[in-house]
């Protein structure tokens, strides 16, 4: 159980072009999900806190107009990298906590998306 | 402030035994996290703590000290497969996880 899938896994592009990441909970309800950005060799940065039916929260320094987040069932949240530049390939990697289980408190994570900008 | 602390790199032998400790500082609590991340990989979770104590499973076990503000992850019985990153996370009283550097832990046969 607690699976989440994530797509594309790979993903190459040219600058300014919009790129749109897929993040679902497949076995469970998620009414929240978190998207992180990971560079090579650092840590986990929490980009953004993603609720289902509503704004997503995002954290100090991340542009919201830049990565558009939606959470539109209990089962999808995607976020869309717009004008994408070369300074934004990166590792995206989402999780999600499920809704109903007795432990509410841990995220389980997709495999994660790379992007490369060219 | 908050802030996990952890090391960034340890070696250990093949069949042998290792223990990575995280001392962490939050604003609030409500839990401490393991999660192992093989390099290119997402991190995929080994461990939830919130009361004080051991928890078992497997070759793997978590330890938490809340007074301490303290936490190991113990592997026994290292494989080679074990070499991976392991990250120490500590969640918030807002339910917010704080993420440790990771510590890059080297199997040797």
């Known amino acids: 159980g607690a699976v989440v899938s994530q797509h594309p896994s790979r993903v190459i592009c040219k600058s300014g072009t919009s790129v749109k990441i897929e993040c679902r909970s497949l076995?469970?309800?998620?009414?929240?999900m978190f998207w992180y950005r990971q560079f090579p060799k650092q840590s986990l940065m929490l980009m953004a806190t993603?609720?289902?039916?509503?704004?997503?929260?995002?954290e100090q320094g991340v542009e919201k107009d830049k990565f558009l987040i939606n959470h539109a069932s209990l089962t999808l949240s995607t976020l869309t990298v717009t004008s994408a530049h070369p300074e934004d390939s990166s590792f995206y990697i989402c999780s999600a906590r499920d809704s109903l289980a007795g432990d509410q408190e841990t995220q389980y994570f997709g495999p994660g998306t790379r992007l490369l900008v060219l | 402030g908050q802030n996990i602390d952890q090391p960034t790199e340890m070696t250990a032998t093949e069949g042998a035994i290792v223990q990575i400790n995280c001392t962490y500082q939050?604003?609030?609590?409500?839990?401490l996290f393991w999660y192992q991340q093989h390099a290119g990989e997402a991190p995929t979770f080994l461990s939830y703590?919130?009361l004080d104590g051991l928890e078992e499973k497997g070759r793997f076990s978590s330890f938490l000290s809340r007074s301490k503000g303290y936490s190991y992850l113990l592997l026994k019985e290292l494989q080679m497969k074990d070499s991976a990153s392991y990250l120490c996370?500590?969640?918030?009283?807002?339910?917010?996880?704080?993420w440790g550097a990771g510590t890059k832990l080297i199997i040797k046969p």
């Open positions: 996370a500590g969640m918030d009283s807002n339910y917010q996880l704080i």
């Open positions: 076995d469970f309800q998620a009414t929240t």
């Open positions: 939050t604003s609030g609590f409500n839990g």
């Open positions: 993603s609720n289902e039916g509503s704004k997503a929260t995002y």
């Open positions: 703590n919130v």
